[in-house]
């Protein structure tokens, strides 16, 4: 009886202590004047942040829709299923979550995103986001003040146009090779495959191996996983695609403990593939250094960069030139950026261009009319049906960031506070995008032919302020080569199953798209349940990849 009541005070206590500082932050967050939504979970919790989304299904299927309703808002990704919901419509474009952690103010409000993202000296990265995004050391996007003054002079001149060229012959010629393993080099006049989704991803990883690291692997290599090099066990896609995937676990996880032989061989794959993408790029920097003439690869414009000043910095006592962990922190932190979102853009604007065939044929025509006019044009008549997919399938659903001094905003901050910059909802919002703004329709970017600009604030797919992303040049590129080639010759559909009406596919497609989940970007759940049919177009002349594209 004594062990009994020993357990339920131990309980009582580690209650009390749990939600201790609630009180104050209710006091904290009525100050605000934002509406309040009151949550027993904290967020930024490990276990909840990792888990919580994975379980999404069973917690909305299984708990008391009042339940549900404190912590849905807690769930990373909820963004996505809410949508420009009754919820969100009830509570405004900013609000406040109060929870026994730290209290998180969410805004969708252009006018306040745009000054949060311009004050980059009064709102600071958030630490959970550094420790994220600084996995492999210090980087761009991990750094504030000014060590980010450092690594942006450091990196902001290597995405050069040579860069881009690069960026779009490589991902002609992945995507190629992709299109003819679906279609048997091209000879079947229709194909089906539920390897398109991961077709797109091995695109994009390939590419940035390929332009980042200057390691070239075929499509087809990359997805039949063939041979690692000596002395390492895993070849270097396979171990960055692996970080990649289970990037929130390698975060929280010591690369020690997942090595262990007793952990789940997912696990153990994972620490071994931090290891092994830590080795690659040590010996990848080593070997652009004994070259006489460094690769133009980013690796080795950032190589050329240290290089450069380290020795002015040992003279003029500056910290301007980057150790070799920070070269390997900025590759990690371009790759995630350039792989994940690139890879869920064009993937997302595939399906909607299939759920949506008028626009997939608006989009042919578009192609067809520039590739009789000059094949190295730049498709900026791509663009809508890029901009509308980024609008819709937004891949990063927030922003963070934090204040140490109290700040005004059209709304008061305290420090402790955590700012959640929420452009998915901003981009379904109806007061921006009219009451079809949860409808796939590129026109809507367009005005007599010319690409309409949003109000200010109200378009933020890659960020804004000093800290946009550098790499959103490099993404339009390879997103618009992808569909370039792909379209060129083929017409995409659904793939339907044996007695399934063209209706029940598509119903079947808007299920797989709705269950998405965040990984590092939100993703499909179950890709492999995507089933894509390629229909050759009738045209006399076949594209061909070649260097004069």
């Known amino acids: 009886m004594e062990t009994l009541q020993l357990v339920y005070w131990l309980l009582f206590v580690v209650i009390v202590w749990y939600f201790s500082a609630l009180p104050g932050n209710i006091l904290a967050a009525s100050k605000t004047g934002l509406p309040m939504v009151i949550s027993p979970v904290d967020p930024d919790t490990p276990i909840w942040l990792v888990l919580s989304s994975m379980f999404q299904p069973q917690l909305e299927a299984h708990l008391p829709g009042f339940a549900y309703d404190w912590i849905k808002l807690t769930i990373f990704g909820w963004e996505f299923r809410e949508r420009w919901s009754s919820t969100i419509e009830k509570l405004g474009k900013s609000f406040i979550i109060v929870t026994p952690g730290r209290n998180a103010i969410w805004t969708a409000d252009p006018q306040a995103m745009n000054d949060v993202l311009l004050r980059r000296k009064d709102f600071l990265q958030l630490e959970l986001a550094s420790k994220m995004l600084g996995l492999f050391g210090m980087s761009l996007t ?237 498709y900026g008549n791509v663009f809508p049906a890029s901009y509308e997919t980024l609008r819709l399938y937004t891949p990063v659903m927030h922003i963070t960031r934090r204040v140490v001094q109290p700040q005004t905003t059209p709304f008061s901050i305290s420090p402790g506070t955590s700012i959640f910059i929420a452009p998915s909802l901003t981009h379904v919002c109806p007061e921006y995008y009219g009451s079809d703004s949860l409808t796939f329709r590129p026109s809507r970017w367009l005005e007599n032919g010319t690409i309409v600009d949003p109000p200010k604030g109200a378009f933020l797919p890659w960020s804004g302020g000093p800290r946009h992303c550098p790499g959103t040049k490099m993404s339009q590129v390879e997103f618009v080569a992808v569909l370039r080639q792909t379209f060129s010759n083929w017409r995409l559909r659904i793939a339907q199953r044996e007695g399934e009406s063209e209706m029940q596919a598509r119903e079947r497609l808007l299920g797989l798209i709705k269950e998405s989940q965040p990984k590092v970007t939100q993703q499909l759940r179950r890709p492999d349940n995507v089933w894509l049919r390629f229909v050759k177009r009738e045209k006399a002349e076949a594209v061909v990849v070649n260097s004069s594209d």
């Open 142 to 378: 991990a750094s504030d003040a000014e060590t980010w003054q450092r690594h942006r002079r450091a990196t902001a001149p290597i995405l050069n146009e040579r860069i881009m060229a690069a960026v779009w012959q490589e991902t002609l010629e992945q995507t190629q090779e992709m299109i003819d393993e679906f279609t048997d080099q091209g000879s079947s006049s229709r194909a089906d495959t539920n390897e398109a989704i991961e077709g797109i991803r091995i695109i994009a990883i390939n590419v940035i191996g390929s332009i980042v690291y200057g390691s070239r692997s075929s499509w087809k290599q990359t997805i039949r996983r063939e041979g690692a090099p000596t002395g390492h066990s895993l070849t270097f896609i396979d171990a960055l695609s692996t970080v990649i995937d289970n990037f929130i676990v390698a975060v929280f996880m010591p690369v020690h403990l997942l090595s262990r032989s007793w952990m789940p061989m997912p696990a153990q794959k994972l620490g071994i593939s931090m290891q092994e993408f830590s080795s690659y790029a040590k010996e990848f920097i080593a070997e652009q250094r004994t070259r006489s003439e460094t690769s133009n690869s980013l690796l080795g414009n950032l190589v050329r960069y240290a290089d450069q000043h380290k020795l002015d910095s040992i003279q003029t006592k500056s910290s301007l030139y980057l150790s070799e962990d920070e070269i390997i922190g900025n590759l990690f932190n371009f790759t995630v950026a350039g792989f994940d979102t690139t890879a869920t853009t064009t993937a997302y604007s595939l399906l909607a261009l299939v759920l949506e065939p008028q626009w997939q044929e608006w989009l042919i025509e578009e192609i067809d009319k520039t590739d009789a006019l000059h094949k190295s044009s730049d």
